[in-house]
């Protein structure tokens, strides 16, 4: 299968998600049943920077590990050539090994990457990594699964 770059639209057309719980802007690259990189631009209008932290805003670590989570299911999506309008919806179900190695920041761009490391019954699991920079800010083992 080739690599192709998905626009923000597309990226709706693949994720259930909207604002303000859509976390990828556009997928650079993605191979179907190998890997995706994406980007989440990291600005000061998100909602959560009101209040974590005032005078010193940080993006939570539950929302990068919920970017690389969509980003998990843009892959299984484009791997199995389905989306949500086919009555399909991964949800997010498991995470293991969760790494938080430095803050992200209003100006940031967060790149996320995903790698499929195996399928087992229904449970898809992804090595996943979001850089800023070319810096590692988070890793996890992440799953997701077909839901209702």
């Known amino acids: 299968m080739s690599e192709r770059a ?36 990291v600005t000061i209008n998100e909602p959560f920077f009101q209040g974590h ?7 939570p670590g539950v929302f990068i590990v919920e970017a690389l989570a969509q980003a998990c299911g843009l892959l299984a999506f484009e791997t199995v050539g389905e989306a ?7 949800v997010f179900v498991g995470i293991d090994n969760a790494r938080f190695k430095r803050p992200v920041f209003p100006g940031d761009q967060l790149t996320l990457k995903v790698e499929f490391a195996r399928r087992v019954r229904t449970i898809w699991k992804f090595n996943t990594t979001a ?18």
Do not use: W
């Not at 719980?21 to 631009?41: H, M, Q, Y």
């Not at 800010?137 to 799953?143: G, I, K, N, Q, R």
């Open 84 to 90: 949500p309008t086919d009555g399909k919806v991964f």
């Open 131 to 148: 850089e800023v920079d070319g810096a590692v800010v988070a890793t996890a083992e992440l799953m997701v699964a077909p839901g209702q």
């Open 53 to 59: 932290f005032p005078g010193r805003p940080i993006m």
């Open 6 to 41: 998905i626009d923000t639209q597309g990226v709706m057309g693949l994720l259930p998600h909207r604002y303000p719980f859509l976390l990828v802007d556009k997928v650079i690259c993605c191979e179907p049943g190998k890997s995706l990189t994406a980007i989440k631009n």
